[in-house]
């Protein structure tokens, strides 16, 4: 069974900095798709970027980009010029056949 | 395009009573996904429904159901209401195009906090 570990409960980064936040998956399949999705206070969960196994180049959406390490199986999320509106929780998620497995979940705090 | 939509946004039920969620997932999207979130378990995944069929099922008891009529609008229903099932429960619509399943990200709604007490 596939499972994925966010290894960081908290996070914290200065107004305008860099932030990495890991994540590491196991699976037994070659094809599949990674997710970071984000969980402001509203609850609403939000897709920030998606990468795609078969694809060697990471994914990159404006300000967020993620390092994906296929045979280390490990798929971290870069947020550079980080801002107050990026906190929030983040969890990474591996799509399955027909559902996604989430992490636990890293909270990012902003400080301005 | 509207987002996936889901409604009541909350609600506060005593134990023993039954609860009926619903959800509209974005236009064209055919697939419909609940997932319950709680502190103590995070995310986890209920059932999915496509084509009014339910497509699979996450490792919770009978309690729990679920059903997707033709416009691919889903209910989710939980009988016999029990403290630990209060929780956000979120519905995600994805487009499900046949061979794709794998690649398709889904899209989820602000989700219903439910409150047993």
């Known amino acids: 069974a596939q499972t994925v570990t966010q290894s960081q409960p908290e996070m914290s980064v200065q107004e305008a900095e860099t932030v990495t936040l890991s994540c590491t998956y196991d699976?037994?399949?070659?094809?599949?798709?990674l997710f970071w999705y984000k969980q402001p206070p509203s609850r609403q969960m939000i897709l920030v970027i998606r990468q795609e196994a078969y694809k060697q180049q990471n994914a990159t959406e404006n300000r967020f980009s993620v390092n994906f390490q296929k045979a280390a199986k490990s798929f971290s999320l870069k947020i550079s010029d980080s801002q107050l509106g990026d906190a929030a929780m983040y969890f990474c998620a591996y799509r399955s056949a027909r559902k996604l497995i989430f992490g636990t979940g890293t909270r990012l705090q902003v400080f301005p | 395009k509207a987002g996936v939509t889901q409604t009541p946004r909350y609600l506060i039920k005593t134990r023993g009573q039954q609860v009926t969620l619903s959800c509209s997932p974005i236009s064209g999207h055919r697939s419909v996904s609940w997932y319950q979130q709680t502190p103590g378990q995070g995310l986890q995944f209920l059932f999915e429904y496509f084509s009014e069929t339910q497509r699979n099922k996450g490792n919770f008891p009978g309690r729990f159901s679920g059903r997707q009529f033709s416009n691919s609008r889903s209910e989710m229903n939980v009988s016999t209401l029990e403290l630990g099932d209060s929780a956000l429960y979120l519905c995600a619509s994805s487009l499900r195009l046949a061979g794709r399943m794998n690649q398709e990200t889904q899209y989820f709604g602000p989700g219903t906090r439910l409150l047993v007490l």
């Open positions: 699976t037994s399949e070659s094809d599949y798709y």
